[in-house]
């Protein structure tokens, strides 16, 4: 019986490339491993968003208004919504000036009650030292 | 021996990563290791059968089946970033298996080692 953590990072552009989009697929994944492994045996996951990877949380997205496909921030309420442990890295933001406001920090709308976290860089170098896998997108 | 889990998910054409991770699995398989590769996104059409071998671009369905000959490489698809592209179950090439991300993390779960080679 074992726990393993895998941290996600997300260090690309939202819509860009499909990197910051399979990073938050991947890590919803997470909720479903269990059919794979031995009993007791799960996976936790932390997904951190740094870098320019930031710009993925920002609120009110449009993405199926003007391509027709679900928005990054759909994405990041149902990992909030599945109670993952969702990280924003306080630099990052602070460097592109976004106030919190503008940051996808819940998903009270979808019935959540997680809470993204603002935190500094040498957090999510402690949730990244202490995960037995580390995958970046 | 160990097993080394590798994630890719550059496209076929326009990178060599995969490429690459395909010369990686063959090194480790000599040393005595197994391998589980998996590839989603724009990766998935390594996994696509039919393909031409053209020298200007990537060929690596001889060498693929080299690797599932020798038992100790297992090949995964991401099945819906495959049907997105519009390829199905019957387009795959024969080796490959098809599953949803949930397999890989479950092969990340087993792995000695993971690499995860991001995409573009």
């Known amino acids: 019986m074992a726990i393993k953590k895998?941290?996600?990072?997300?260090?690309?552009?939202?819509?860009?490339?499909?990197?910051?989009?399979?990073a938050l697929t991947h890590a919803i994944a997470s909720q479903t491993v269990e059919i794979y492994l031995e009993d007791g045996d799960n996976v936790e996951p932390v997904l951190a968003f740094i870098g320019d990877g930031v710009l993925n949380c920002l609120r009110n997205q449009t993405a199926m208004n003007t391509y027709g496909v679900t928005s990054l921030e759909q994405h990041i309420k149902n990992s909030l919504l599945l109670d993952l442990k969702v990280l924003i890295c306080k630099e990052d933001v602070e460097k592109f000036g976004i106030s919190e406001d503008a940051l996808i920090m819940d998903a009270e709308d979808i019935g959540g009650e997680t809470r993204a976290n603002i935190v500094a860089f040498s957090e999510i170098m402690k949730e990244m030292d202490s995960s037995h896998h580390l995958l970046f997108f | 021996m160990g097993k080394l889990t590798i994630g890719v998910f550059s496209?076929?054409?326009?990178?060599?990563?995969?490429?690459?991770?395909?010369?990686?699995?063959?090194?480790?398989?000599k040393k005595g290791h197994k391998v589980d590769f998996w590839v989603s996104g724009n990766a998935t059409m390594l996994s696509k059968k039919g393909q031409r071998a053209f020298k200007d671009?990537?060929?690596?369905?001889?060498?693929?089946q080299e690797l599932f000959a020798t038992g100790n490489f297992q090949?995964?698809?991401?099945?819906?970033?495959?049907?997105?592209?519009?390829?199905?179950?019957e387009d795959t090439m024969e080796g490959w298996k098809r599953h949803s991300m949930d397999w890989y993390l479950?092969?990340?779960?087993?792995?000695?080692?993971?690499?995860?080679?991001?995409?573009?």
């Open chain 1, 6 to 22: 895998f941290a996600f990072i997300v260090k690309s552009l939202p819509y860009k490339t499909e990197a910051s989009r399979l």
């Open chain 2, 11 to 29: 496209s076929l054409v326009g990178s060599l990563s995969l490429d690459f991770t395909v010369k990686l699995s063959e090194a480790a398989i």
């Open chain 2, 57 to 64: 671009y990537s060929a690596l369905e001889k060498k693929l």
């Open chain 2, 75 to 89: 090949a995964t698809t991401c099945e819906a970033c495959a049907e997105a592209r519009g390829y199905r179950k």
């Open chain 2, 106 to 120: 479950a092969s990340c779960f087993s792995a000695d080692k993971v690499l995860h080679i991001g995409g573009d």
